[in-house]
């Protein structure tokens, strides 16, 4: 018997944006059992031109997930969406006259009890053990970088007004985008993931978002972080978009028979 089971959910709301640009999906592999993605895309550029590139990063995911099988490689999976989005929506964006691009992050749970993840721009992975923050994925920004070279601290860089400067993001007509790789390995029940656009991360800090994850099923933490979302974004709130991957014990499988005396044939 498995040593966990997969429960999942996402979540999202407009904000006090007048369109949805953020698009998020999960995904079984048809072909590859035991296998599951999940995947978030932050839409840029002007009305309808978001939408349009989050709806690409999206497409390619689930094409390009549906033509997985058993020992492909999980890296370059998540490294091809990318690069093919990216295509796509360049030409797209020329054709529309608009200038679309999107940020990215994915995750994928294998049999062999393995995460692997990737992002390009400012959506974020958070692994929490339990109750507890792990990690997150460290974004392709501007006051990032900044936070890095100790000029300004996380706080600091929330309200920073280049906070909303990416270097890195799929689409872009002067740069290849690139991609950032996490692993974890030995999963285990308890283990959780969370994949965000900045329209939810901005509101929280890591121990209110993994008490949230830990404590509630994934349909119950979206209806808590939305609601505490909308409350501290005080009218002036993005797009909210998340993916919530839960490893939780399987339940235990009740006896479906009953025993009784047997009795002596004569």
Not at 24 to 49: I, T
Not at 71 to 83: A, K
Not at 195 to 219: I, K, M, Q
């Amino acid at each position: 018997m498995s040593q966990y089971k997969i429960e999942a959910g996402t979540g999202q709301h407009i904000g006090d944006r007048q369109e949805q640009q953020d698009r998020v999906a999960l995904f079984a592999a048809p072909h590859a059992p035991g296998h599951m993605m999940a995947v978030l895309a932050d839409g840029m550029g002007g009305k309808s031109g978001g939408a349009l590139a989050a709806d690409q990063v999206i497409r390619t995911a689930k094409q390009l997930f549906d033509d997985f099988y058993p020992g492909n490689d999980v890296r370059s999976l998540l490294e091809n969406i990318v690069n093919e989005a990216h295509t796509v929506i360049k030409l797209a964006g020329v054709s529309a006259e608009k200038e679309p691009h999107s940020t990215f992050v994915a995750l994928v749970i294998t049999p062999q009890k393995q995460a692997i993840w990737a992002h390009t721009g400012d959506s974020r992975l958070y692994r929490f053990s339990g109750p507890n923050y792990a990690e997150r994925t460290k974004d392709h920004s501007y006051v990032e970088k900044l936070v890095d070279e100790g000029k300004i601290s996380p706080e600091e860089a929330k309200s920073h007004k280049l906070s909303n400067i990416l270097v890195n993001v799929i689409g872009s007509s002067t740069a290849v985008p690139y991609v950032t790789f996490g692993q974890y390995d030995h999963l285990k029940a308890t283990d959780c993931f969370l994949l965000c656009s900045d329209g939810l991360w901005h509101y929280f800090d890591d121990a209110e978002l993994s008490a949230a994850v830990a404590a509630n099923t994934p349909r119950q933490a979206a209806e808590l972080l939305i609601r505490k979302a909308r409350e501290r974004a005080a009218g002036r709130g993005d797009n909210c978009t998340f993916a919530i991957v839960k490893l939780i014990k399987p339940p235990v499988e009740a006896k479906t028979y009953t025993a009784q005396k047997m009795r002596r044939a004569v």
